[in-house]
């Protein structure tokens, strides 16, 4: 591992992002950093074609729960309905459904949320949370019947409202120092994207739609590719063979 990690760390794969209001010259950031040589790529990632449950034992009070599923691209046209879905399921933190039946309603949790990762060779949605190893269980299912229910029922009108105000509104308050811009024009520049697409955000945020989120909930909350990983001591959660 140590080994794969140096060669990926060189000078062929490094870029730097600054943002100030000096035009002075500055010295080389890469020094002694190797020049180096590309690494092959690992194999192409395959989305999973059926459910799998994977439990790893550990003497723990509560066993911690990653849900994964095949995500979306970040150029996919359907981007923005899948940001908006997300906020509601379970990135909106307090706000999300996930938050209110998992911790407000039954108390399983202290936290659950959900993002979207998006990689250079996949892409992935992924849910996550702890609860007691008596509880994890019930959590699970509460889950996945939050998933099948954004699935067939969509968000309402005022969700879609509300996450629009907020992913907008959010994006402006963080661009509050020099780092957290050059932090997002580093997201901007690995998600190939150019500067000036924070310029068009808030309209392609704007423009999504109530049937916009229904269909993207229908194409990545699947169960059929959902991937389960608990670790713990889990009562109630069996592993696949």
Same mark, same amino acid.
């Given at each position: ?32 950093? $190797? ?13 999973p ?6 439990? $790893? ?15 979306? &691209?970040?150029d /996919?046209? /359907? ?23 998992? #911790?407000?309603?039954?108390?399983? &949790? ?10 250079? #060779?996949?892409?992935?949605? $992924? ?13 699970i ?11 067939t ?11 629009k ?10 661009? /509050? ?13 690995? /998600? ?15 423009? $999504? ?5 229904? #269909? ?26």
């Open positions: 591992m140590a080994s794969s990690c140096c060669a990926w760390r060189s000078r062929s794969r490094a870029s730097i992002l600054t943002w100030s209001s000096s035009a002075a010259p500055r010295p080389s950031p890469f020094g002694s950093l $190797v020049v180096g040589t590309v690494p092959p790529l690992p194999p192409e990632w395959k989305p074609t059926k459910p799998r449950t994977i439990v $790893v034992e550990r003497p723990v009070p509560q066993s911690t729960v990653l849900m994964a599923l095949p995500g979306i &691209a970040r /996919d046209p /359907d981007w923005y309905a899948a940001v908006v879905m997300n906020h509601v399921l379970g990135g909106g933190g307090q706000q999300s459904r996930l938050f209110a039946e998992v #911790r407000d309603k039954r108390g399983l &949790a202290y936290g659950v949320s959900t993002g979207l990762r998006t990689y250079k #060779r996949a892409a992935l949605m $992924v849910i996550s949370t702890a609860s007691a190893n008596e509880r994890v269980a019930e959590a299912r509460v889950i996945r019947a939050e998933l099948a229910r954004m699935r029922e969509g968000i309402t009108q005022q969700e879609l409202a509300d996450a105000t907020y992913l907008n509104g959010a994006l402006a308050l963080s661009l /509050d120092s020099s780092g957290s811009v050059a932090g997002l024009l580093q997201s901007l520049q690995i /998600d190939g994207l150019s500067a000036d697409h924070v310029t068009r955000r808030t309209a392609l945020i704007d423009a $999504v739609k109530l049937e916009d989120v229904r #269909r993207v909930a229908r194409r990545l909350l699947r169960d059929e590719a959902m991937t389960t990983v608990v670790v713990g001591k889990p009562v109630g959660v069996t592993a696949d063979p």
